[in-house]
C-alpha cells in the first residue's frame, strides 16, 4: 500500500514505549508520524499539522484521550479529522460510549495486533481521503456545469499548484501536455496592459472584500494573437476563513468584444477617413479645456481647416472623387501633427486639430505653414490633377474658454476671416473678430427675416457714354431700408447675404425691380427707349440651374428687351467650374442679354480667362480711375486695361469718375461708358426719374459748366 507524504498521522501517548512501537509499525506501512506525550501537546501538533488521522491513548494525566476528542470535534479545522482511541486497559461499555459521544471514530484495544491496527489505520485514512476527494470534485463539477464552453481551472493555493481544464488549454491553442501546473502558465499570459488589475482583483477576493472575481482580460493564444476571455472565480476557505483554494471559470469574449469595439470605434470616429470625429473631438477638447482650469499653466491651440473650393471638385469630378480627395488630405494631415495631438474630420471639408502643450501663436502658425505646405502639392486623384487651398483659423487656449464650444467657435471665426480675406492663408483669432462675428451673425438674423422686397430698396447711378455725354443707362443698386438703422449699404450685408445663399433671392427681387422700373421710364420716355440697365449678379446665381430661364421670365413678364439688360458678374465667378460658365454665359448672350466684368482688377486677374468667357465689356474698378490726377498722371493701368478689352473686342466702363480731369482722361483714352459720383450718385427711383426729366435732351459735357448742372440734382 502507498502512501503520500500527505498520509501523516499523530500518536498521542504518555507513555514514550507504546509511542515508539506504534510509531515504528505505522512508518514501516509507509505514513509519516508526529508524536505527542499529552492530550493537550497533542492538540498543538494537530493544529499545526493537519494530520490525515489521530491516534490517542485513552488514559494520560490532565488531558485524557476522551477531551481530545472533544477539543479536536470543537475545532473548525480539525473537526472532520478521524480519530482512533487505543485504551491499555480493556474498555468498558461506558469508556467507548463516552468516546463515541465525545467523536471518536473507532475504538482499538491494547495489547493489539499489529495487523489489526494497520487495518484500522488504513480504513480510516483512506476514507479520509476518499471524502477530500469528493469534496473538491463536487467542486469542480459544480463549475463544470456552468458552461461546457469555459475552460475551468482550481487553484490549490496552498501548493500553488493549478489545475487547467482540457478546455482552458484548447481555448489557448494547447493541447493537454503542453500546460503544466503552474499560476504562471496563466498569468505569463494574461495581456501586460492588464496583468496588474487581474492580479489587484484577485488579491482583493482573496482577502474577502468581493463575493468573487470578475474580469476581462487579453490572453495570449499559441498562434500569438491576443484573445479577450472573461476570467471568473471564487475562493474555497478553511474552516478558519483563510483562502486555501480558489476556482473559477475562463470564457472566450474575443467576438463580443470586437462587435463592442467596433460599436465604439464607429460611434467616435468618422467612416470616410478613419479620423477621429467631432464627438471625439469634443470630449478631447473638453478634456483639454478642463486641464487648463485645472493648471493654468498648461495650454494647447487649436486649428480649424477649411478646405477652399471644395464644392467645386466635388460638383465638377464627383462626389467619388471628393471622397478620395478627403481621405488623401486626411493623410497628409496625419503627417503633419505630432503625437498627443488630435486631428478629427467634423464633416464634410472641416478638419480640426488640437494642439496639445502649445503656447505659442508662433508655434500654432508654423503648424498652419506646414498643412498649407503639404496641401500645396498637387493630388492625383482618378487622373486628375487637383490642387487645393485650405483656410485656417488658429487659436490659443485661454481661462476665458469656458466650453471647448468657446475655443472652437473662436477658431471658426479665424478662419472665416481667413477665407474672406482671400482663401489659401490662416489667420489667428482675435477678441475683436469675436465682436464683428456677433454683429455679422446679428445681420445674418435679421437678413433671413426681412422679407423679400419688404425692406429692400433699389438706387439708380446713371450710366454716361463718355463720347457723346449723354446718359445711356442706369446701374441698380440694393439698399436695405433697415427699420431702425437706415439705409444699410451692400458692403455691409452682401457678404453675409453671400454666405447664407440669401443673394440668390435677393438679386432676383433686384432683376425683376429695375428691369419693371426701366421698362416703365423707356415708356415714360420716348426718347429714351434704348435706356439700359445694369443689374449686378453674385457669382452664386451660376450655381442655379434655372438661371436663364429665370432671367427670360423676368424679361418677359417686366416686358423689356433682352438688349436693354446687363449682368454685372465679377472675377469670383470664374473660380467654380469654368465649363458650366461658360455655357451659362454663352445661354444668356443667346438671349440677347450683355456680360459686364465688374471691379476689373481687384480679383483674380487672369488674362487667360478674359480670352475663354464670352464678356462685352469691361467695368475698370474705381481704385484705377481714382489714381489718375489732375494733369491726367497715373493713368498707366487705366490706358493698359482699356488697350487690352479693346484688342479682345470688349468695350469698356469707367466706374467711380469723381473729377473733370478723370473724366478727361478717360475720354482720351477712347473709353466708352463712366459712371461716377461727377455725374450723379446712386439716387432713389423718383430722384432717378427727375434726372431724365431735366436732362432729356440734354448731355453730360467735360464741361465745367455742366458740373454744375449735375451738382444740382
Ligand atoms: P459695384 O457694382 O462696383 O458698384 C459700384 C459701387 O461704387 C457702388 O457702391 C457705388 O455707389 C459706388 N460708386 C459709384 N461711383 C462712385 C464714385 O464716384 N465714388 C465712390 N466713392 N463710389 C462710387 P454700392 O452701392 O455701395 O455697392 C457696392 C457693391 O455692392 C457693388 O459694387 C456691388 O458689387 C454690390 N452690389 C450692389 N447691389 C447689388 C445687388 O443687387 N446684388 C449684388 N450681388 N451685389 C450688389
Ligand atoms: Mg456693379
Ligand atoms: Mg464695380
Known amino acids: 500500500m502507498q502512501h503520500d507524504g500527505d498520509a501523516t498521522i499523530l500518536v498521542v501517548d504518555d507513555t514514550p514505549d507504546q509511542r515508539d512501537v506504534m510509531s515504528i509499525l505505522l512508518r514501516q506501512a509507509g505514513f509519516r508520524v508526529f508524536t505527542a506525550e499529552n492530550g493537550s501537546a497533542g492538540f498543538e501538533v ?46 468498558d461499555d461506558q469508556s467507548a460510549v463516552e468516546g463515541l459521544q465525545a467523536g471518536a471514530d473507532d475504538y482499538l484495544e491494547a495489547p493489539y495486533d499489529p495487523m489489526r491496527l494497520i487495518a484500522k489505520v488504513t480504513r480510516l485514512t483512506e476514507r479520509a481521503r476518499f471524502e477530500e476527494a469528493l469534496r473538491e470534485s463536487e467542486e469542480r463539477y459544480a463549475l463544470a456545469a456552468r458552461g461546457a464552453n469555459d475552460g475551468l481551472w482550481d487553484w490549490r493555493l496552498k501548493s500553488n499548484e493549478i489545475y487547467f481544464s482540457a478546455r482552458w488549454k484548447s481555448m489557448l491553442g494547447y493541447a493537454e501536455d503542453e500546460i503544466g501546473n503552474r499560476p504562471e502558465e496563466w498569468f505569463s499570459r494574461v495581456h501586460p496592459d492588464e496583468t496588474e488589475a487581474l492580479e489587484a482583483e484577485i488579491a482583493e477576493h482573496t482577502r474577502g472584500e468581493s463575493s468573487h472575481f470578475e474580469m476581462e482580460h487579453r490572453m495570449l493564444h499559441k498562434d500569438g494573437t491576443y484573445r479577450w476571455m472573461l476570467s471568473r472565480g471564487i475562493v474555497v476557505r478553511d474552516e478558519d476563513g483563510r483562502a486555501s483554494r480558489m476556482a473559477g471559470s475562463q470564457s472566450d469574449i474575443t467576438e463580443r468584444k470586437q462587435a463592442e469595439e467596433q460599436l465604439l470605434h464607429d460611434a467616435f470616429h468618422d467612416a470616410l477617413t478613419g479620423l477621429p470625429n467631432r464627438a471625439l473631438f469634443m470630449d478631447r477638447l473638453s478634456q483639454a479645456v478642463e486641464r487648463v482650469k485645472r493648471h493654468p499653466d498648461c495650454s494647447f491651440g487649436v486649428i480649424f481647416l477649411d478646405l477652399d473650393r471644395f464644392k467645386v471638385i466635388n460638383d465638377s469630378l464627383g462626389h467619388m472623387v471628393g471622397d478620395q480627395l478627403l481621405v488623401e488630405i486626411s493623410r497628409r494631415l496625419e503627417g503633419c501633427i505630432r503625437t498627443g495631438d488630435t486631428l478629427a474630420r467634423l464633416g464634410g471639408d472641416e478638419f480640426t486639430i488640437i494642439l496639445d502643450g502649445v503656447k505659442e501663436t508662433a508655434d500654432a502658425v508654423s503648424m498652419a505653414d506646414r498643412i498649407q505646405e503639404q496641401l500645396h502639392c498637387p493630388f492625383n486623384l482618378d487622373n486628375h490633377e487637383v490642387q487645393i487651398s485650405a483656410s485656417i483659423g488658429i487659436a490659443l487656449s485661454t481661462l476665458s474658454h469656458d466650453k471647448p464650444e468657446d475655443i472652437l467657435r473662436d477658431t471658426n471665426i479665424a478662419m472665416h476671416r481667413a477665407k474672406s480675406s482671400g482663401k489659401a492663408r490662416h489667420q489667428v483669432f482675435d477678441t475683436t473678430m469675436h465682436f464683428h462675428a456677433l454683429e455679422l451673425l446679428r445681420l445674418e438674423t435679421e437678413l433671413r427675416r426681412t ?15 463718355l463720347e457723346t455725354g449723354q446718359l445711356t443707362g442706369f446701374e441698380a443698386l440694393v439698399r436695405w431700408q433697415h427699420p431702425e438703422r437706415g439705409f444699410i449699404y451692400p458692403e455691409e450685408f452682401v457678404a453675409v447675404a453671400e454666405e447664407t445663399g440669401l443673394i440668390i433671392s435677393l438679386d432676383r427681387w433686384v432683376l425683376r425691380e429695375a428691369c419693371w422700373q426701366v421698362r416703365a421710364w423707356q415708356r415714360q420716355f420716348p426718347e429714351q427707349q434704348s435706356l439700359t440697365v445694369s443689374v449686378n449678379f453674385s457669382a452664386r446665381q451660376f450655381s442655379q440651374p434655372d438661371l436663364v430661364e429665370h432671367v427670360q421670365r423676368v424679361l418677359k413678364e417686366t416686358g423689356l428687351d433682352a438688349g436693354c439688360l446687363k449682368l454685372e458678374i465679377t472675377e469670383s465667378v470664374f473660380m467654380s467650374s469654368a465649363e458650366s460658365v461658360t455655357a451659362l454665359l454663352r445661354r444668356l448672350k443667346g438671349i440677347g442679354v450683355e456680360i459686364h466684368l465688374d471691379d476689373f482688377g481687384t480679383g483674380y486677374s487672369s488674362l487667360s480667362y478674359l480670352h475663354r468667357f464670352p464678356i462685352d465689356v469691361l467695368k475698370i474698378d474705381r481704385s484705377f480711375v481714382t489714381r489718375i490726377g489732375a494733369e491726367g498722371e497715373n493713368a498707366e493701368i487705366a490706358r493698359a486695361i482699356v488697350t487690352m478689352a479693346h484688342s479682345l473686342g470688349m468695350k469698356v466702363v469707367a466706374e467711380g469718375i469723381e473729377t473733370e480731369s478723370q473724366f478727361a482722361e478717360l475720354k482720351s483714352l477712347s473709353c466708352e461708358y463712366g459712371q461716377g459720383h461727377l455725374f450723379s450718385k446712386p439716387v432713389e427711383a423718383l430722384r432717378a426719374e427727375k434726372l431724365l426729366t431735366n436732362l432729356s435732351g440734354q448731355k453730360w459735357l467735360s464741361q465745367p459748366g455742366l458740373k454744375a448742372s449735375h451738382q444740382s440734382l
Not at 473548525?76 to 486497559?89: E, K, Q
Open 46 to 91: 494537530a493544529q499545526a499539522k493537519h494530520p490525515l488521522l489521530v491516534i490517542s491513548d485513552v488514559m494520560m494525566p490532565e488531558v485524557n484521550g476522551i477531551e481530545l476528542c472533544r477539543r479536536l470535534r470543537a475545532d473548525s479545522n480539525l473537526h472532520a479529522t478521524p480519530i482512533l482511541l487505543v485504551s491499555a486497559m480493556r474498555v
Open 451 to 465: 422679407a423679400e422686397g419688404e425692406e429692400y430698396c433699389v438706387h439708380y447711378q446713371p450710366l454716361v457714354s
